[in-house]
């Protein structure tokens, strides 16, 4: 399984339960972009808007043998 690499911002975000429930449903709602992945705004407890993209996941590389 590959690591993946989350900014601490998201982190903190989607470790508040209603957070992640309104991310999943944003991310379900939303539209695929060309090539950009997916465009969800969270506001974080600051009352910042934070805008992620959610890239389209990528298959690993084969190794060459």
């Known amino acids: 399984m590959p690591s ?3 900014n ?3 982190r903190a975000l ?3 339960p209603q957070k992640r ?3 999943r449903r944003q991310l379900i709602a939303s ?3 060309k090539d ?3 465009r969800i705004e969270l506001e974080d407890a600051t009352g910042k808007v934070v805008h ?3 890239l ?3 298959p690993p590389a084969a190794q060459k043998s």
């Open 4 to 6: 993946v690499n989350i």
């Open 8 to 10: 601490p911002v998201v």
């Open 14 to 16: 989607l470790s508040d």
């Open 21 to 23: 429930q309104e991310y």
């Open 31 to 33: 539209r695929p972009q």
């Open 36 to 38: 950009e992945g997916r």
């Open 52 to 54: 992620l993209r959610v």
């Open 56 to 58: 389209p996941a990528t």
